[in-house]
């Protein structure tokens, strides 16, 4: 299993550009997420999908477009990139165990916005 | 959601044990306990979960306090590659309807040769 895979690794944004990042899960989880990381900062939950088609906003949503066609992928749009969307970017997905989802998250993608 | 209170960093030497502590005097009944850790340049590793007793993995251990107020993940045997944040997470149940953990700010754990 490759696990949760996220591209690109690196990313440079003018402000305005739009740009999707990439997140895929091989583990067949039906709940999988979207988490920033801002430095000296735990993570905020951004969107999240309980399956296909099913998608709910986090804590910080504005900004931010998620979609849920399939339950192997759950990509992240910025429609217009803007220098307060500069992270990192991780995407987790989850099984449910012993009463409580674990999360497996991406390697990351961090995203600078000039 | 009930808020976890964690020293900022600590310091332990290879092969020790660590105790890492984690204060959740606001907890309620249906809180579980959930901790995670992040390597340097990685995302989050889920590390384990309790409710009231203690829990045992092959990662760690969560000692949960008997009012459930605090919990200590303990490390058996620290080594250099168990430097990273420990974040000590509360998540109410909700018949798993959703899935969002709050992290704080954790604890940086360094570990000296």
């Known amino acids: 299993n490759a696990g949760v895979t996220q591209t690109p690794k690196f990313q440079v944004l003018k402000t305005g550009q739009s740009m999707t990042l990439q997140c895929a899960q091989d583990?067949?989880?039906?709940?999988m997420s979207w988490y920033r990381q801002d430095p000296g900062m735990g993570l905020r939950l951004i969107h999240y999908s309980v399956g296909a088609g099913i998608t709910d906003q986090g804590e910080v949503p504005n900004g931010y477009n998620v979609s849920r066609s399939t339950t192997e992928d759950f990509p992240l749009r910025l429609l217009s990139a803007a220098p307060s969307q500069t992270s990192v970017y991780f995407c987790?997905?989850?099984?449910?165990?012993?009463?409580?989802?674990?999360?497996?998250f991406g390697p990351g993608t961090r995203l600078t916005v000039t | 959601d009930a808020k976890t209170t964690q020293p900022n960093s600590m310091e332990s030497n290879e092969e020790e044990p660590v105790h890492l502590p984690c204060n959740h005097s606001?907890?309620?009944?249906?809180?579980?306990i959930h901790w995670y850790r992040q390597l340097p340049s990685q995302g989050p590793e889920y590390v384990i979960h309790?409710?009231?007793s203690n829990v045992n993995n092959r990662m760690a251990s969560l000692a949960i306090a008997e009012d459930r107020k605090s919990s200590t993940l303990i490390l058996h045997r620290a080594t250099l590659r168990d430097a990273a944040v420990y974040y000590c997470?509360?998540?109410?149940?909700?018949?798993?309807?959703?899935?969002?953990?709050?992290f704080g700010t954790g604890t940086l754990l360094a570990v000296q040769p």
């Open positions: 606001t907890i309620s009944g249906t809180d579980y």
């Open positions: 583990m067949n989880h039906e709940y």
């Open positions: 987790a997905s989850s099984v449910l165990a012993g009463g409580q989802y674990e999360q497996y």
């Open positions: 309790g409710l009231t």
């Open positions: 997470i509360l998540r109410p149940w909700d018949g798993g309807a959703t899935n969002k953990l709050i």
